[in-house]
């Protein structure tokens, strides 16, 4: 079994490269939930989400995130009534939310809610939230604290982040199945996400980190950043107004304690002796996933770095 922690868009994109190389459902996703926001009363998870719908293949693929070819009348609606809709829930996306919310709401777990969820979309990995608690990621600006949406969607990443905190995480345990998961899996793999609000979060929950530095199985990541650019989102800027930085080698440091490879681009070749310095194998390829060959590829070198 391989384990993966999972953001959104970049990991989402990685993953359907390896389900496309290994059976899913010897696959276990832990993915992050400090995005996690209610929405018109309903519980959206964000990169779960986002997760669930690529790999099912009903993801939009302009913007990464959503169903391909939702309407949004519902919003339209919400907003005649006087509703915030800063953030977009096309009718067919209200619909997951609304399950997960009936069930939620019915007393199941969010690990279950999510299991049914992806059940729904045919979607055979095993997707595990970080956790069954609640943890937030509060993002501390020039304005003051505010939630991860109202800076990623209603501010449009516009403001130095001065600070991160996850609010609840010190209280909040691992989801049921995940530190069995990465103590009993053949290999671990940390997605192309940001590290910071992606898979910072994940690494928040006591017990996560100290599981993936322990973990008898290899452990390697895929670097987000090429080329000291994010693809796509503000993980540069943030690296750098949060003082480490935006580099393949940045991101390794933020994970030495737990690495044993990292995959990074051909375009920082130059960065792999820094990364060996810090006893971690730099695995040098294309990671751009531009299409289904360079998903499938990334996803075979990357695997093959930790069988
Ligand atoms: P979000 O939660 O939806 O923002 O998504 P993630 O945290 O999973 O991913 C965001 C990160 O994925 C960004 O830093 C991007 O640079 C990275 N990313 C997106 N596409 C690719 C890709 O094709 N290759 C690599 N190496 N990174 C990518």
Known sequence: MIAVLAGGVGAAKFLRGLISVIDPSSITVIGNTADDEEFLGLHVSPDLDTVVYTLADAVDPEAGWGIANDTYTALEQAAQLGQETWFKLGDKDLATHLLRTKLLRSG?????????????FGVTCRLLPMSDDRVRTIVTTDDGDISFQEYFVRRRQEDEVKA??????????????????????????????????????????????????????????????IGGRALKGPAAGMLESLGHESSAAGVAKLYEDMLDVLVLDEEDRVLAPDVEALGITPIVTNTIMRDAARRRALAEATLESIS
């Open 108 to 120: 199941n777990t969010l690990s279950q809610a999510t299991q049914a969820v992806a059940d729904a």
């Open 164 to 225: 991160l905190k996850f609010e609840g995480a010190e209280q909040a345990q691992p989801a049921p199945g995940v530190l069995d998961a990465i103590k009993r899996a053949s290999g671990v793999i940390i997605a192309p996400s940001n590290p910071l609000v992606s898979i910072g979060p994940i690494l928040a929950v006591p017990g996560i980190r100290e599981a993936l530095v322990d973990t008898d199985a290899k452990v390697a990541a895929v670097s987000p950043i």
